[in-house]
Structure formats: structure tokens, C-alpha cells
């Protein structure tokens, strides 16, 4: 293995070690914030050491074929210690200033949320329930107006076939009459009869004279 690659692998590794704690501090910051249980702790810490090998040893292939020497440890040792002697409370701060950012937008998104659609919504709800009982008012007053002003022409037409209908009404009553003695009904009285003097009744609201 010629020297150039050696010290490229050594630089690889350099960066590799920077790069691990980078993400460690990264986890442990997330993991602080988001108040992950402690049982979970040893889980999160062992998938991050097999990512972490697993991401070296990519390296390491890339670099001189998957080689292990001595350097390469200590390439990886003088990234890590590096990296937490120069950069960790940089990358710490720069975490937690982004977890701060993500969670101001998140805020702003639901404000806006809220405020362009919830609260619009909200107030199509209210008037369109005010508009549905003002249309039901005016539909009753409209019914109301239309049986007073139709009840004189119904009374003066039942004043006209009057004459016609009782006939009628007395031959359904003796057709009818026999079968509610042959049936023992209590009542005498046919049924079309009473149902014709009751909805009539119930319609325009005056007594039978006849």
C-alpha cells in the first residue's frame, strides 16, 4: 500500500471520527429534547455504534479496500477527540438553536393554520346556521300566509260540493255500517266518515254544521 493512500485513508478516518461525533452529540441532544425514556437509551445507543460501524468499515473500503491498520484507529480516535476538543459545543448549540427553529415554524404553521382555515370555516358554520333557521322562519311564515289565504277557498268550495258529497258520504256510511255490526266494532260510525270530518277539521279549523 503506497504512502499517498495511507495518509488518505488516515484523513477518511479523521473525518469519519468527526463525523461520529457529530451525530452522537446530534442523538444525545434530540434524545434530551424529545425526554426519550431511559429504557430506551441503551437501545438508541447500540443501533447508533452498529450505523456508525457499519458507515466506518463503508469507509474504510472506499479507501483502501477494507484494510485494517493501525492508523485507521487512530485516525478515528484523533477525529472524536478533535472534533470534542473544537466543535461539540458548537454543534450542540447549533442542535438545539435548529430544534428551537423547527418548533417556532411548526408553531407558526399551526397559527396559520388555525387562523386561515379553522377560524373561516368556523364562521361558514355559524352563518350558514344562522341562514338555515332565517329560510326556515320565512318558509313557515310563507305556509302560514298561503293556508289563510287558500282556507276561504276551500270553505267556499265545500260549500259548493257540499250538496254532492253528503249523498256520497251516507252511502259509504250504510255500505260501511253492516260490516262494523258484522265485525262487532264499537264504534258505529264509519271510518272514511270520521277521517274526512277530522282532516277537515284539522285543515281549516271550523265544526261541521251539517
Known sequence: MSLSVQWMTMAAMLLSGIGMGVVFDGYRVVSDELKISRWWVPVFDLLYWIAATIIVFQVLSASNEGEVRTYVFIGLLLGIGAYYWLFSKIVVRLVH???????????????????????????????????????????????????????????????????????????????????????????????????????????FKRKDNG
Open 97 to 203: 438553536g435548529l430544534i428551537r427553529l423547527v418548533r417556532a415554524l411548526i408553531d407558526l404553521a399551526i397559527k396559520l393554520f388555525v387562523i386561515f382555515v379553522v377560524r373561516p370555516l368556523l364562521l361558514l358554520y355559524k352563518l350558514a346556521k344562522v341562514l338555515l333557521a332565517f329560510l326556515l322562519a320565512v318558509t313557515m311564515f310563507l305556509l302560514k300566509i298561503m293556508v289563510q289565504l287558500v282556507r276561504p277557498i276551500g270553505l267556499l268550495l265545500w260549500w259548493m260540493i257540499r250538496p254532492a258529497v253528503r249523498p256520497l258520504i251516507k252511502w259509504i256510511d250504510g255500505w260501511a255500517r253492516p260490516l262494523a255490526v258484522r265485525f262487532r266494532l264499537k264504534e258505529r260510525t264509519t271510518i272514511v266518515n270520521n277521517w274526512a270530518i277530522a282532516a277537515w277539521r284539522r285543515v
